[in-house]
């Protein structure tokens, strides 16, 4: 698979039973990549029904601390052919960061600095509604800086 939509697979990220992700670039415009997780049939209609009914809310918020979100759409091409299975894409941000759980030792003042900002998006996201049911070390992404 090398074409999704409009997009270029460039790598794979992850691949689970629901979905898989990838670091992809956009056919439309040069330099610009995404994070692009495609969610397989066995998506729980619930979430589909939220996703459909609230997906412009997760586009407008806004933190310095969080990958923005940007398209939530039915696949329907994959390198260029029709699809007529149910899978999804959802388009965000990309960041060339590692993810927590692949980062060696830090001491604690580092952790620290990690969880306070952690729980800054956690009690933004909350303020606006928005539940966290999974928060693991595979999911916060770190920035060198």
């Keep these: 698979m090398y074409l999704i939509n409009n997009y ?9 039973i629901n979905d898989e ?32 009914a609230n997906f412009p809310k997760y586009i407008g918020r806004k933190h310095k601390n969080l990958l923005d979100t940007y398209e939530f759409d039915v696949v329907k091409t994959i390198d260029l052919k029709l699809i007529n299975a149910p899978l999804y894409l959802i388009s965000s941000e990309y960041c060339n960061w590692k993810r927590m759980s692949e980062i060696g030792e830090l001491t604690i003042k580092e952790y620290a600095q990690i969880i306070i900002k952690v729980l800054e998006i956690v009690d933004f996201l909350h303020f606006r509604g928005f539940c966290i049911k999974i928060l693991n070390p595979d999911i916060i992404f770190i920035s060198e800086d």
Excluded at 9 to 14: C, E, F, P, Q
Excluded at 24 to 33: I, K, Q, R, W, Y
Excluded at 38 to 49: A, T
């Design 8 to 16: 270029r697979i460039v790598a794979k990220y992850s691949r689970n």
């Design 21 to 52: 992700s990838y670091v992809a670039e956009s056919l439309n415009l040069a330099d610009d990549f995404k994070f692009i997780k495609i969610k397989n049939k066995h998506l729980d209609k619930r979430l589909l029904d939220d996703y459909i």
